[in-house]
């Protein structure tokens, strides 16, 4: 038996190129809320942590 292709079999279908179509310009990215230092936030951070520690401390 040869190993050729059935003659009957359909031709694959042409790829469509328009997934390799580059996009279009990324949209910047959205600005930051706090744009303060790591030390700001930092005191901020440990701001909330204290208000968290004093609401589970027992009366």
């Keep these: 038996m ?3 292709a059935d003659p009957r079999a359909k031709l694959p279908a ?3 190129t328009h997934h390799l ?3 279009g ?3 910047p990215p959205p ?3 706090f744009d303060g230092g790591i030390e700001e936030l930092w005191v901020k951070l440990m701001g909330h ?3 968290a520690a ?3 401390r027992v009366p």
């Design 31 to 33: 600005p930051t809320p």
């Design 2 to 4: 040869a190993a050729t």
């Design 21 to 23: 179509e580059p996009w």
């Design 14 to 16: 042409a790829t469509s």
């Design 25 to 27: 310009q990324p949209s």
């Design 54 to 56: 004093d609401r589970l």
């Design 49 to 51: 942590l204290r208000d």
